[in-house]
């Protein structure tokens, strides 16, 4: 925290909240967590920020045995973490139920995120989750989607279904561009080499296939930064699972043999560290030597908390910054949150995580994007004319009929908004 005591005033404004959110969740994940020396102003300040990245339950847990737990804010927070444990449970019987349909289809999944990390903490319902990650051996993707169908009328059971480990992996040996459906050998090289790693762990009746430890951490680093490191619950899953790492932890196996790959990692948990006060005993030489984190990391990290939000949930850029054309405050402010993402930049350029600027990564990540423009500008454009269409219908009725309803069919444009299948 030295590197972001020096900044200067005007720049800490940027990251005060992620400071304060810092503050209350380092060691929030452990049996019995320390009081934290936090005010209830504090508190009431970041409590939305909590609720929004999930880390609500984990507020509560901090600030159990304080006088915090009886404010407004720290009722707020126990509330959370009581439908995050009712949660859990329906979570809980909705992964059983996958497995069985999967197993039943001669499928043998594995889960990866979510419970897989949620069972490590030491109540089940300080980690909440949404989408069920469950990956399947590359040949059989198909047929693990037609096994899930039957899903699709029910609510719940939300699965994000992968084929094999290559995208959580992002590049493990070689870029990991291009994989469809099994088509591509190192695909189903990484899934071997994975599975066979991978262990069965109980829960109640089933037992759930999850990653082995040194695959499961360096996939919850990958998957922190690639996503930006916006919600501090992704970087107490690194924690934890450092803080519970098996007595013969292979480290090695962990890193990989990929040296950018493995400075990722180490610099996830030199940030779990520094950020969090995370444990971990037993740090090889090749770790320590890569794991301090280059000046701007930490302060990009305490940024994305005080904002809080989704990159992924912003919305299309071409529509937001051309609806702010005429104040410049919230034009520029626009941009600068799209900006601002140096961590998620750097992993998309598959650059160095080292004291040089970040600008270029930053810029090469933004020309990735400019094939998006024609779809934004193509959404605007059918919005448009729904719209017309919608208004001329309306006048064509007649003024003060609002609530009738165009007889003749009105100008389908859907079709031209399809895009591929969800990631």
Same mark, same amino acid.
């Given at each position: 925290?030295?590197?972001?005591?020096?900044?200067?005033?005007?720049?800490?404004?940027?990251f005060?909240?992620?400071?304060?959110?810092?503050?209350?969740?380092?060691?929030?994940?452990?049996?019995v967590?320390?009081?934290?020396?936090l005010?209830?102003?504090?508190?009431?300040?970041?409590?939305?920020?909590?609720?929004?990245?999930? =880390?609500?339950?984990?507020g509560?847990?901090?600030?159990?045995?304080?006088?915090?737990?009886? =404010?407004?804010?720290?009722?707020?927070?126990?509330?959370?973490?009581?439908k995050?444990?009712?949660?859990?449970l %329906?979570?809980?019987?909705?992964?059983?139920?996958?497995?069985?349909?999967?197993?039943?289809?001669g499928?043998?999944?594995v889960?990866?995120?979510?419970?897989?990390?949620?069972?490590?903490?030491?109540?089940?319902?300080?980690?909440?989750?949404?989408?069920?990650?469950?990956?399947?051996?590359?040949?059989?993707?198909?047929?693990?989607?037609?096994?899930?169908?039957?899903?699709? =009328?029910?609510?719940?059971?939300?699965?994000?279904?992968?084929?094999?480990?290559?995208?959580?992996?992002?590049?493990?040996?070689?870029?990991?561009?291009?994989?469809?459906?099994?088509?591509?050998?190192?695909?189903?090289?990484? #899934?071997?080499?994975?599975?066979?790693? =991978?262990?069965?762990?109980?829960?109640?009746?089933?037992? %759930?296939?999850?990653?082995?430890?040194e695959?499961?951490?360096?996939?919850?680093?990958?998957?922190?930064?690639?996503?930006?490191?916006?919600?501090?619950?992704?970087?107490?899953?690194?924690?934890?699972a450092?803080?519970?790492l098996?007595?013969?932890?292979?480290?090695?196996?962990?890193l990989?043999?990929?040296?950018? %790959?493995?400075?990722?990692?180490?610099?996830?948990?030199?940030?779990?560290?520094?950020?969090?006060?995370?444990?971990?005993?037993?740090?090889?030489?090749?770790l320590?030597?890569?794991?301090?984190?280059?000046?701007?990391?930490?302060?990009?990290?305490?940024r994305?908390?005080?904002?809080s939000?989704?990159?992924?949930?912003?919305?299309?850029?071409?529509?937001?910054?051309?609806?702010?054309?005429?104040?410049?405050?919230?034009?520029?402010?626009?941009?600068?949150?799209? #900006?601002?993402?140096p961590?998620r930049?750097?992993?998309?350029?598959?650059?160095?995580?080292?004291?040089?600027?970040?600008?270029?990564?930053?810029?090469?990540?933004?020309?990735?994007?400019?094939?998006?423009?024609?779809?934004?500008?193509a959404?605007?454009?059918?919005?448009?004319?729904?719209?017309?269409?919608?208004w001329?219908?309306?006048?064509?009725?007649?003024?003060?009929?609002?609530e009738?309803?165009?007889?003749?069919?009105?100008?389908?444009?859907?079709?031209?908004?399809?895009?591929?299948?969800r990631?």
């Amino acid at each position: 925290m030295d590197l972001i005591r020096k900044s200067s005033g005007a720049s800490r404004s940027h990251f005060q909240r992620g400071r304060f959110l810092s503050a209350l969740l380092a060691g929030a994940w452990r049996a019995v967590p320390t009081v934290p020396s936090l005010t209830e102003a504090k508190l009431t300040e970041i409590a939305p920020l909590l609720c929004q990245t999930g =880390s609500a339950a984990l507020g509560w847990w901090r600030i159990t045995n304080s006088e915090l737990a009886a =404010s407004p804010a720290g009722q707020e927070l126990h509330e959370a973490y009581r439908k995050f444990r009712l949660s859990a449970l %329906i979570h809980e019987r909705e992964i059983a139920y996958i497995f069985s349909l999967l197993r039943d289809a001669g499928i043998e999944p594995v889960l990866v995120k979510g419970w897989a990390i949620a069972r490590l903490y030491p109540d089940r319902g300080l980690r909440p989750y949404g989408d069920i990650d469950i990956c399947v051996r590359p040949d059989r993707f198909a047929k693990a989607e037609q096994a899930l169908k039957c899903l699709e =009328s029910l609510d719940g059971h939300y699965v994000d279904l992968h084929s094999g480990f290559a995208k959580l992996e992002l590049w493990y040996g070689r870029p990991a561009r291009g994989l469809h459906h099994g088509q591509d050998a190192h695909a189903t090289l990484l #899934w071997d080499k994975l599975f066979e790693r =991978s262990q069965l762990v109980s829960l109640g009746e089933e037992r %759930i296939r999850v990653l082995g430890g040194e695959d499961h951490l360096r996939i919850l680093c990958l998957h922190l930064l690639r996503s930006g490191a916006w919600r501090p619950l992704w970087l107490c899953d690194v924690a934890v699972a450092l803080e519970t790492l098996a007595a013969d932890f292979d480290w090695e196996r962990c890193l990989g043999n990929d040296p950018k %790959i493995a400075e990722w990692v180490a610099c996830t948990i030199g940030l779990a560290q520094q950020l969090l006060g995370a444990r971990s005993a037993d740090i090889p030489v090749r770790l320590s030597a890569q794991r301090e984190a280059p000046r701007w990391l930490a302060p990009a990290i305490l940024r994305q908390w005080n904002r809080s939000l989704n990159p992924h949930a912003i919305e299309p850029a071409l529509p937001a910054l051309l609806a702010q054309t005429l104040e410049a405050r919230k034009f520029f402010a626009e941009i600068y949150v799209r #900006w601002d993402q140096p961590v998620r930049a750097t992993v998309a350029m598959r650059g160095r995580f080292n004291n040089w600027p970040r600008w270029p990564y930053q810029l090469g990540e933004l020309l990735l994007h400019t094939s998006e423009v024609p779809k934004q500008l193509a959404s605007m454009i059918v919005r448009r004319i729904n719209e017309l269409n919608s208004w001329w219908q309306r006048h064509r009725i007649g003024i003060g009929k609002e609530e009738a309803r165009p007889r003749r069919r009105r100008i389908r444009s859907a079709w031209f908004l399809r895009t591929g299948a969800r990631e």
